[in-house]
């Protein structure tokens, strides 16, 4: 655990693995068989459970809790207070842990702040999703989604820039990178 740093408040069970460069601050719990990648940022309070993959460079914010089931890519910024599900019809008194759902944050994606992620589904490469967004489908490589349930309402470039297709091409006004629509998909020209 060359320059990685857990705050003396949080616990990393054993069996865990944190990366290189990663930051794990206040109140934080990382269960045992979960892989956390380099250079990560794990804020206060944060709770990632068995057997969660998370990439190198993810940022995730204050108060969320990745479950069992989840796996997130590389560069994933996850904002305060967003929700993961990894059963779909919970009930109390009845277990169905063999019964969880995959859900797949693809590389560069963004979730919102108190943006909830139903299970079982996928978000695109870089994607980004609204704050307090609820995910119920998945969501394509680049799609903006707003809303409860989430809807589309446009496409997003690689730096975060609303773009803008005229004759099914964009070019992002920040990175100057230009994009094609091409069957509902979104691609890097």
């Known amino acids: 655990m060359d320059n990685t740093f857990v705050h003396h408040t949080s616990i990393v069970d054993a069996g865990a ?3 290189n460069g990663t930051s794990v601050w206040h109140f934080c719990h990382i269960m045992n068989n979960a ?3 380099n250079n990560c940022v794990l804020g206060q309070n944060v709770f990632i459970g068995n057997n969660v993959h998370i990439g190198n460079k993810v940022k995730i914010q204050n108060n969320v809790s990745v479950y ?3 796996i997130c890519e590389d560069d994933v910024f996850i904002g305060p207070s967003a929700v993961f599900t990894n059963v779909i019809n919970p009930r109390s008194r009845i277990e169905r842990k063999n019964e969880y759902r995959k859900t797949i944050i693809k590389k560069g994606a963004t979730i919102g702040a108190n943006a909830t ?3 079982g589904n996928s978000i695109g490469a870089y994607a980004m999703i609204g704050a307090g967004a609820v995910v119920v489908s998945d969501v394509a490589d ?3 989604i707003v809303g409860n349930p989430g809807i589309q309402i446009g496409w997003i470039s690689k730096s975060g820039i609303r773009l803008h297709f005229e004759n099914n091409k964009a070019v992002c006004y920040e990175s100057k990178e230009s994009y094609i629509l091409r069957n509902g998909k979104v ?3």
């Open 17 to 19: 693995v944190v990366g």
């Open 35 to 37: 892989i956390i990648g």
């Open 68 to 70: 069992e089931g989840v």
């Open 117 to 119: 992620i139903i299970c």
């Open 142 to 144: 680049y799609a903006l």
């Open 187 to 189: 691609k890097l020209n």
